[in-house]
């Protein structure tokens, strides 16, 4: 299933008017609307303010998405208009150049947005990348399959089930019980 | 809950699944941390973990949200009507196109009779380069131009219509050179 699907269901559930389901599109999509404005902004508090923007402009336009392209591409048009109003709106200059949704996941993007990320938040992702490697590491073989081949290699249950040779409800708990695992060790780290 | 969950971030759960996970975010604020806790651990796995906004920012933006009024669907008709509501619009336009279509070739037809000009613009009192073409010869004033002009119509002549219809321009051309 792709992320076009998983999506689908929650952006239905809030055009019926359900808020509670766009709170979980934002608190996926957050850090990559981010990482995208930081390619516009570079300063840390006009990211947050600005993508915080996007999000009540995207829920103000939902009724209008149809579902032509995935969520995020959508989400993430928005995103870049934000942007370069708001660097209008300053007059200043936006990027010369714009990249593609795929093409923002390969670029030196990231080296901006890690210029605007303060020392904490860029030892915190470090500490989380860590983390959530070191556990994967330690989890029994089938729960570690899994799970890469979902959050990964972006397999649906059932072709995780036809290369595993198991249920989808096996694969379904392998894939819980590894998330539940690594969640463990990350709580702590992202309370403090 | 949280095994219901973590199906809901894969599009794994039904309709009615996926309703009471909602029902029970909404109820129990540690549910929607997990979510988070999940979107950052896939985030993590496929490397796109690069900088983390501020934890507080989902809140916030949950907070922007709730003040706003109540999400207003935009359909203006209730779903069973919309395929009427499309023929009548499709119905509209294939008239309003009959009607443009009608009317022109009417209007071509009783100014068919008079004779074309030979020439639809020159300035006044300059005199025009060229005065008349055919298919693959020009008559031009300019004789020196004129070698020059015929080679281009008679290579693109199998591009060119040999027939008319009643109201309809057989083709039009502008032709450009720079003089050596």
């Given amino acids: ?192 | 809950m949280k095994e219901k969950l973590s199906a809901m971030m894969d599009g794994e759960l039904s309709e009615h699944e996926q309703a009471c996970v909602l029902a029970e975010l909404s109820r129990d604020p540690e549910l929607k941390k997990t979510w988070e806790r999940f979107q950052i651990i896939r985030a993590a796995l496929s490397k796109e973990l690069d900088a983390v906004v501020s934890v507080d920012l989902g809140n916030r933006i949950a907070e922007g949200i709730r003040e706003l009024p109540p999400f207003v669907s935009d359909r203006k008709f209730p779903r069973q009507w919309r395929p009427a509501t499309r023929w009548v619009s499709t119905m509209a336009l294939a008239a309003s196109v009959a009607v443009v279509a009608i009317t022109g070739v009417r209007w071509f037809s009783s100014n068919e009779s008079q004779p074309a000009p030979e020439q639809i613009a020159v300035a006044p009192g300059q005199q025009p380069d060229f005065i008349r073409a055919g298919l693959t010869r020009w008559d031009t004033v300019k004789p020196e131009h004129a070698k020059l002009l015929n080679t281009y119509l008679i290579e693109h002549h199998e591009f060119t219509p040999t027939t008319s219809m009643s109201g309809v321009m057989s083709y039009g051309r502008f032709v450009g050179y720079d003089s050596p």
């Fill in chain 1, 1 to 192: 299933m792709g992320v076009r699907s998983e999506d689908q269901g929650l952006v239905g559930r809030v055009q019926r008017g359900e808020k509670a389901a766009f709170d979980l599109l934002v608190l996926k999509y957050q850090h990559k609307v981010g990482k995208l404005i930081g390619r516009y902004v570079f300063d840390r508090t006009e990211v947050e303010d600005i993508t915080q923007e996007v999000f009540i402009k995207a829920y103000r336009a939902l009724s209008g998405f149809r579902g032509d392209s995935a969520f995020y591409t959508w989400l993430y048009r928005i995103a870049v208009n934000t942007a370069k109003n708001y660097l209008e709106a300053q007059a200043r200059r936006p990027p010369s150049t714009d990249l593609g949704v795929e093409g923002l996941e390969t670029s030196d993007v990231a080296d901006n947005l890690r210029d605007v990320a303060t020392p904490e938040r860029r030892m915190l992702a470090n500490e989380i990348a860590a983390t959530v490697n070191g556990t994967i590491q330690s989890l029994p073989v089938d729960l570690r399959i899994a799970v890469t081949l979902r959050d990964i290699d972006g397999l649906s249950y059932d072709e995780i089930a036809h290369v595993m040779e198991c249920p989808i409800g096996t694969v379904r708990s392998r894939i819980f019980r590894a998330r539940e695992a690594i969640e463990r060790e990350l709580k702590p780290l992202l309370e403090r």
